[in-house]
């Protein structure tokens, strides 16, 4: 079975100038490789994510101690030296997604990590906020690589019914990164200083970039066949060949129309633009959760600097225990339905909903139990069990999203649906957490996730209603890419 999403632009011709794999076998296609060498990918794409997302929260637990050091006294610039990483994670994909489209995956990787790099280095020895601020927002734009392009490696390696579980691989970066970043940057800024969280992160990414240069390979159909009909031409002296996905345009018009191909898909893919404001309502509700769980918890518990960063844990779990459950059983749900759905003979995406479609409410519960138990100080483990919901009804949202996406746009946009996804949920992820410190203070911390509680309850609905008619919605509204 495999759904359409799965073929090629232009599809099998018997023309015998298209350039196209040698066979269903051809061991040069990605989706042939070994299976050992595919799944080393994947874990490459996930410890790349996970130091980019690692160093989104690890400085948090720091961050009042950077104010003290370099005189910073808006509480809105404090809260900036946190979110507007994420600010980077939604400007980098509207560039990464169309740059990787023209030149391939592994080139991105390769000079992104070393950005990264550069830039996490300038943040480690920055002298003032200004300065920090900026090298802190083109990490992050470096960093948004592996979640803007990750979606498309997976696509471009696994076949339909296989993605479930190494989309969980790819999840786990995004997942524990953001969860120890604040458990290991807490203790590690206490006893260290600010300044160590980002060498740490230096160090881990160094780590997996000089392994990347090693065993890395290009994954995207497209730019292998160009090369292989490169190399044809050159052996052949036949101008005339052309590779099977050739757009026939040039690399200009190409990179023009894959710049804004994310934003159309936004605009004009009404599963797109509700996938992901759901997914970015979701996601922003974490980070705001990250950047107050220090406040909170010492105010309430009396948790220090150290200390602090454990109190992350709780969602951690959740997130761990959602993740498990969802990678190892959603390619089984897949094949599952579609056996018992005798209408087609394809894998429809939309069975990839079934988690979100039943328990979103999941998400809001976890919100009124946090909101209301922290605000009446019952014991530290109580509110951070409400966290733990809040990690496993935040994941059952943003993974069969993310999931659903790829399988909607296969190789050949998967990385532009994501780029659009990954934009509007890093804006939340960005902005959503400087309004929290007030929202408490003038709500209360009940009232306060109450209202977020009451935000996710409206939610409900929307992934029911895509996993019942999200095959017809996508019949009646293509998007022309």
Same mark, same amino acid.
Request: hydrophobic share 50%; aromatic share 12%; glycine share 12%.
């Given at each position: ?246 757009? $026939? =345009? +040039?690399?200009? %018009?190409? &990179? ?8 159309? /898909?936004? !605009? @004009? ?36 600097? $150290? =200390? +602090?960063?454990? %109190?992350? &844990? ?8 959602? /993740?498990? !459950? @969802? ?37 809001? =519960? ?116």
């Amino acid at each position: 079975m495999s759904t359409s999403a799965e073929k090629g632009p232009v599809g099998t011709t018997n023309d015998d100038n298209v350039v196209d794999w040698d066979g269903p076998d051809d061991p040069q296609n990605p989706l042939n490789w070994p299976v050992r060498k595919r799944y080393l990918h994947a874990i490459f794409v996930s410890s790349i994510a996970l130091y980019s997302n690692l160093g989104s929260t690890v400085f948090a637990p720091g961050a009042p101690l950077l104010m003290r050091e370099l005189g910073v006294t808006s509480s809105i610039v404090g809260s900036l030296t946190v979110s507007i990483y994420v600010l980077g994670f939604a400007v980098g994909p509207l560039i990464l997604a169309p740059l990787s489209e023209l030149y391939g995956r592994l080139v991105i990787y390769q000079t992104t990590n070393i950005i990264f790099m550069a830039f996490t280095l300038g943040c480690a020895l920055a002298t003032d906020s200004s300065m920090f601020l900026a090298f802190r927002f083109i990490a992050g734009c470096a960093g948004s690589a592996p979640m803007t392009i990750g979606g498309g490696t997976i696509a471009d390696v696994f076949p339909q019914e296989e993605r479930g579980g190494v989309m969980g691989l790819l999840a786990l970066g995004p997942i524990i990164g953001p969860v120890a970043g604040p458990v290991a940057g807490g203790f590690l800024a206490q006893n260290a200083g600010w300044r160590w969280t980002f060498w740490l992160i230096l160090i881990l990414s160094g780590i997996v970039c000089g392994s990347s240069f090693i065993w890395m390979r290009e994954t995207y159909a497209a730019i292998l066949l160009d090369r292989k009909t490169a190399r044809l031409r050159k052996e052949t002296g036949n101008l005339e060949l052309r590779s099977r996905l050739d757009r $026939g =345009i +040039s690399a200009n %018009a190409l &990179l023009a129309q894959s710049v804004i191909r994310p934003l159309k /898909l936004l !605009v @004009f893919s009404p599963i797109v633009l509700l996938i992901s404001v759901y997914t970015a309502f979701a996601f922003g509700l974490t980070f705001l959760l990250y950047t107050t769980f220090p406040r909170v918890f010492s105010r309430q518990y009396g948790f220090g600097t $150290g =200390i +602090s960063g454990l %109190a992350y &844990l709780g969602m951690g779990i959740g997130f761990l225990i959602a /993740l498990v !459950v @969802f990678a190892s059983t959603s390619d089984r749900i897949l094949k599952a339905k579609a056996l018992k759905d005798k209408s087609t003979s394809q894998y429809k995406p939309e069975y990839r909903l079934i988690f979100m479609a039943y328990l979103t409410p999941v998400l809001p =519960i976890g919100f009124f139990w946090y909101g209301w138990s922290a605000e009446q100080q019952t014991h530290w483990i109580v509110p951070i069990l409400g966290t733990g919901l809040i990690g496993i009804g935040s994941l059952f949202i943003i993974m069969p999203a993310q999931t659903y996406l790829v399988d909607v746009f296969g190789s050949e946009a998967a990385a532009s649906a994501l780029a659009a996804n990954t934009l509007l949920r890093s804006l939340f992820g960005a902005f959503l957490p400087m309004a929290g410190g007030s929202m408490y203070d003038a709500l209360g911390l009940g009232w306060g996730n109450s209202v977020l509680g009451f935000i996710g309850l409206a939610f409900i609905p929307v992934p029911y209603f895509f996993y019942k008619f999200g095959d017809r919605i996508r019949r009646k509204w293509p998007v022309k890419l």
